[in-house]
């Protein structure tokens, strides 16, 4: 069974944006930090940015001021916004606990943005 579900992924031109949710089904959601992180293709899964229980955020360099994590805890989603969508930006992006959890991995969303 999977423990997150991500969606929201899709083909967007450079200077676009897309939001991101992720479907978590921890009971202690609302306790877990949460990240989002995403893999290029042929490069090593990054951390893209993260969220404590009590809602402080931290984010890569390469997305500040671009992309904004929430969460929500009554429904157990984390959301990334990603506005001002680079082609580097472009990726499987996936949910997860942070730091990672090995077991907590789901299918990720494919974002692709065109030049």
């Known amino acids: 069974q999977a423990q997150v579900v991500e969606s929201g992924g899709g083909l967007v031109q450079a200077g676009g944006s897309l939001r991101l949710s992720c479907a978590a089904s921890?009971?202690?959601?609302?306790?877990?930090?949460m990240g989002w992180y995403r893999q290029a293709p042929a490069a090593q899964r990054e951390l893209v940015a993260f969220?404590?229980?009590?809602?402080?955020?931290t984010y890569a360099d390469s997305v500040k001021g671009r992309f904004t994590i929430a969460r929500d805890n009554a429904k157990k989603m984390v959301l990334l916004q990603m506005n001002s969508l680079k082609p580097e930006d472009t990726g499987v992006y996936y949910c997860?606990?942070?730091?990672?959890?090995?077991?907590?991995w789901g299918q990720g969303t494919q974002v692709t943005v065109s030049s």
């Open positions: 997860n606990l942070y730091p990672a959890a090995r077991d907590y």
């Open positions: 921890r009971t202690i959601f609302r306790l877990d930090t």
């Open positions: 969220i404590t229980s009590g809602g402080i955020t």
